[in-house]
């Protein structure tokens, strides 16, 4: 049976968020999900995995609060479960842009939906800004997309001031893997003076999943913050492996590489790589290859064929590469 992972977020005052956690955290252990749900004043944001009636009652219990009554979410599938673990956590943003003044629920950017992005992103007049981090945008953008080249969110707002002026810049396009930054992003635009800000409904991965690839502007694959690491057009899994040492995302031709040793190292890492660490690091796989062997030995033959030839990936220690924000 595949698993379900549903991404999704929602800005809306949420001053009880605190006393949120519980309830939801109960509710989702009942239903054995699996993900991460950040719950702040400013909303909620989440990327969880589990059945699909488990996924469709989580969302009963969430839309059951009138503030959540519309609360949407964009649904893949896994053959296996992307998560180890369920976490709710408790934070001040839902995505950390750390501008105070910025509230979404205020104001936002125009949304376009994908079967318009196209037209809006080849308008000559049109700056298309993509509002992720470096290592995101390495993987995959739309053709002509600029790259403000940050290594985390909290960066954008100082390029903003850097590069753009609303006196020279009529038109902006904006994307993001999800929407959720874009909300942030456009509202942050518009509070700086920018007129016309666009965002893409749903980010790339409703773009991936609804454009057909014979008319799809995207280049590459995308990076996504769950175990497939990454996805390509319809929402296939990609090719690129997770460094379980420093978090970077690691494509096919880097795989290759000396520097590169599964769960040890990779090509970003293995310059700063300590005799300490490796040593760590290697005894980590061994446990997990003894578990590995264990949980084989108890299950079928199907089964045990098709876990020897699906790809594992071991979720890193770097937490802005994994977790920048829940369903970013």
Not at 78 to 107: C, S, W, Y
Request: charged content about 25%; proline content about 7%; some cysteine.
């Amino acid at each position: 049976m595949a698993t379900i992972i549903a991404t999704f977020y929602k800005f809306f005052p949420q001053p009880d968020f605190a006393e949120r956690r519980k309830p939801l955290q109960t509710a989702c252990q009942k239903e054995k999900i699996k993900g991460t749900i950040l719950l702040a004043p400013e909303g909620i944001n989440g990327t969880i995995a589990g059945s699909e009636a488990a996924i469709q009652r989580i969302f009963t219990f969430l839309r059951s609060d009138p503030r959540c009554g519309d609360l949407e979410y964009k649904e893949s599938k896994a053959e296996n479960p992307p998560f180890a673990r369920l976490k709710v956590r408790l934070k001040k943003e839902i995505v950390t842009l750390g501008v105070e003044e910025i509230d979404p629920n205020q104001q936002v950017g125009t949304y376009v939906q994908p079967k318009d992005w196209n037209a809006l992103i080849t308008d000559p007049e049109v700056l298309v800004l993509d509002t992720r981090n470096n290592y995101e945008v390495n993987i995959g953008s739309f053709k002509g997309a600029i790259n403000p080249q940050t290594h985390s969110f909290r960066e954008f707002p100082a390029y903003v001031d850097q590069h753009l002026a609303p006196t020279k810049h009529k038109k902006i396009a904006l994307f993001c893997t999800g929407g959720i930054r874009c909300e942030k992003a456009t509202s942050l635009m518009l509070n700086k003076g920018f007129q016309a800000v666009y965002h893409l409904k749903g980010g790339i991965l409703k773009y991936l999943a609804e454009v057909p690839a014979q008319e799809s502007l995207w280049e590459g694959e995308c990076f996504v913050f769950d175990e497939r690491i990454a996805v390509k057009h319809g929402l296939e899994f990609g090719t690129y492996q997770m460094c379980g040492s420093c978090g970077h995302p690691v494509s096919p031709a880097e795989q290759t590489s000396p520097k590169y040793q599964a769960g040890i190292s990779c090509p970003y890492c293995y310059a700063n790589l300590t005799e300490e660490k490796r040593k760590r690091r290697e005894e980590k796989q061994r446990q997990l290859q003894l578990t590995a062997k264990r949980k084989l030995k108890n299950v079928s033959a199907p089964e045990l064929a098709h876990q020897r030839s699906a790809p594992t990936h071991e979720l890193p220690d770097h937490p802005d590469v994994f977790f920048d924000s829940a369903s970013e």
